[in-house]
């Protein structure tokens, strides 16, 4: 139930800034990231306050979460980021995004940029398990390695995925000589 209950604070609180009503907006998310019912939802909701705390992301971000068309979704990041570079947030969706959508490659950039530039925990330790998997996703073994190796504890779960990613490499190297992953017809 706390699940569900956090998911219905997130569209209240969704309503809430599409009302300008920043303070109850706020409020919500407050109570989501207290109660903290998944990562996902923990995630969305300090997205979500990173809006408030800047507005010029506000559009964004709406934008963002409130198109179901892909390809604009990844648009409006696009062009949020050439107002906002210095965006944390922005590069961290946007490399998040692309590598959901097979674009590992691209995405790395963002991703390592969100992380130069600093983000709030749940943010920085997902951020960091998207940079394992789009290495992987890339055929770059040796990044996920590289990675691997230089990142701090953080915790059972993430050691475990962090893990998961160096075996496929290193079954994917035993068994095929490299990884397994889509050759691009004119790399």
């Given at each position: 139930?706390?699940?569900?209950?956090?998911?219905?604070?997130?569209?209240?609180?969704?309503?809430?800034?599409?009302?300008?009503?920043?303070?109850?907006?706020?409020?919500?998310l407050?109570?989501?990231?207290?109660?903290?019912p998944?990562?996902?939802?923990?995630?969305?909701?300090?997205?979500?306050?990173?809006?408030?705390?800047?507005?010029?992301?506000?559009?964004?971000?709406?934008?963002?979460?409130?198109?179901?068309?892909?390809?604009?979704?990844?648009?409006?990041?696009?062009r949020?980021?050439?107002?906002?570079?210095?965006?944390?947030?922005?590069?961290?969706?946007?490399?998040?995004?692309?590598?959901?959508?097979?674009?590992?490659?691209?995405a790395?950039?963002?991703?390592?940029?969100?992380?130069?530039?600093?983000?709030?925990?749940?943010l920085r330790?997902?951020?960091?398990?998207?940079?394992?998997?789009?290495?992987?996703?890339?055929?770059?073994?040796?990044g996920?390695?590289?990675e691997?190796?230089?990142?701090p504890?953080?915790?059972?779960?993430?050691?475990?995925?962090?893990?998961?990613?160096?075996?496929?490499?290193d079954?994917?190297?035993?068994?095929?000589?490299g990884?397994?992953?889509?050759?691009?017809?004119?790399?």
């Open positions: 139930q706390s699940a569900l209950a956090g998911q219905v604070a997130l569209e209240r609180a969704d309503l809430a800034l599409s009302q300008d009503r920043l303070d109850d907006a706020m409020a919500l407050e109570a989501v990231l207290e109660d903290a998944s990562p996902g939802l923990l995630r969305t909701a300090l997205v979500q306050q990173a809006s408030l705390a800047d507005p010029s992301l506000r559009p964004i971000i709406a934008s963002y979460f409130g198109d179901t068309r892909e390809e604009l979704r990844l648009w409006h990041l696009e949020g980021l050439e107002r906002n570079p210095s965006s944390a947030v922005l590069h961290y969706l946007l490399g998040r995004r692309l590598t959901q959508v097979g674009a590992p490659r691209e790395l950039p963002h991703l390592g940029r969100a992380l130069s530039i600093g983000l709030p925990e749940p330790n997902e951020a960091w398990r998207v940079v394992l998997e789009a290495n992987y996703l890339a055929g770059d073994c040796a996920v390695r590289t691997a190796s230089g990142l504890d953080l915790g059972p779960a993430f050691r475990s995925a962090r893990d998961g990613w160096i075996a496929r490499c079954f994917e190297e035993k068994a095929f000589d990884p397994l992953v889509p050759r691009n017809a004119f790399r």
